[in-house]
């Protein structure tokens, strides 16, 4: 028994958001079944990527799927007949989408007064662009991330991931097992929603507080930490490293470990407000000393003396790190078509539970197996193949 096991959660979502919020429930052990649209209607193999590439592979493990086409009534009956019996329906179509198809929260509510409704759009379930179709991108420019992100005077830069649609997901999962938990005192289900702009926005955390309490716009500031100094990137004799000293006791460490003494006696530096006005000063100074050793050496010496760096690493070099080995962090399961398929973990532990138990399935591998579990037997599974219902 893993810790959601005894939730069964019905998983309409596609492409990145939605999948990354369902994931969190899969990795936890909630009975997850992704619906699919069957081959007939979605001639294209369905969004997300390639189904055997690692973005599909990685969203969707944990999971079992079936084919359902809620656009046939019998489809649409058959799947309301199945919320009666499950927890959680998460979505991310565009708001109206699930008007049109009857599966909003009041006609669920209707059929299961327990069920929660997960729901991520791209800018929320009403206002004037509530329609709009979503996208990671549109998000991270719309949410001011990319305002702050890259060098200085260098115009916005998109940041590496897809972070609008991964925090989305990630705000989706705790609102739905929020949803449950009160569930148990009350009885009744939750419609919980989100959005890639407000996901997006409320992970802009200090950076926007800067703005709505004190007006402040922040700008780019590059490798730089945009208020602690010194933090930030620096080259080394054989090549980079990250520094993260802020506050006055880690430049007491820094100026012992670098040996720069007499630099710091600058009045320039005396304190940290006056280092983060002097910040170009503040790094030269630790830059020309710096280069003069490796940066394994510098990282080695630095963390003995409580001060937090590291080294910057490509992917293949992350997982190369004896740290990153000894956790553990790729993770292997068998696919029945791939073989051995190396994932990533979930980053949170708790003993026995959370790692990748089982590949992402393909389309509609288990539909049989799930509507037997909801009480259909064969002949009924066979009349709902016959009619493309499933």
Known sequence: MLPLSRFTVL???RVRSGPTCVRQLADWGANVIKVEATEAVDTGGGLGGERHG????????????????LKDPD??????????KADVVVENYRPDVKDRLG???????????RIVLGSIGGFG??????????FDQIAQGMGGLMSVTG?????????????????AGLYCAIGI????????STGKGRWVHTSLLEAMVAMMDFQATRWTMKGDVPGQAGNDHPTTVPTGLFKTKDGLMNLAGGGQEMWNRIVETLGIFEQAKDPDLATDKLRAQNRAKTNAVLQAVLETDTSENWIQKLNKAGVPSGPVYAMDQVFNDVQVQHLGLQWPVEHPKLGTVNLVRHPT??????????????????????????????????????????
Request: zero cysteines; charged letters at 25%.
């Open 11 to 13: 998983d309409l979502t």
């Open 54 to 69: 690692p973005d599909f592979q990685h969203v969707h493990r944990n999971k079992r799927s079936m084919t359902l086409n």
């Open 75 to 84: 489809g649409l009956a058959l799947f309301k007949r199945m919320v009666a």
């Open 103 to 113: 599966i909003n929260f009041e006609a669920l509510s209707a059929v299961n007064p």
């Open 125 to 134: 379930q009403t206002g004037p662009y509530a329609r709009r179709p979503g």
């Open 151 to 167: 060098l200085p005077g260098q115009g916005p830069v998109r940041v590496g991931i897809p972070v609008a649609d991964l925090t």
């Open 177 to 184: 097992l929020v949803a449950l938990l009160e569930r148990e």
């Open 349 to 390: 532990n708790i003993e026995g539970v959370a790692n990748p138990r089982r590949p992402t399935p393909e389309r509609g591998e288990q539909t049989d197996e799930i509507l037997a579990e909801f009480g259909l037997d064969a002949a009924e599974i066979a009349a709902l193949k016959a009619k493309g219902a499933i």
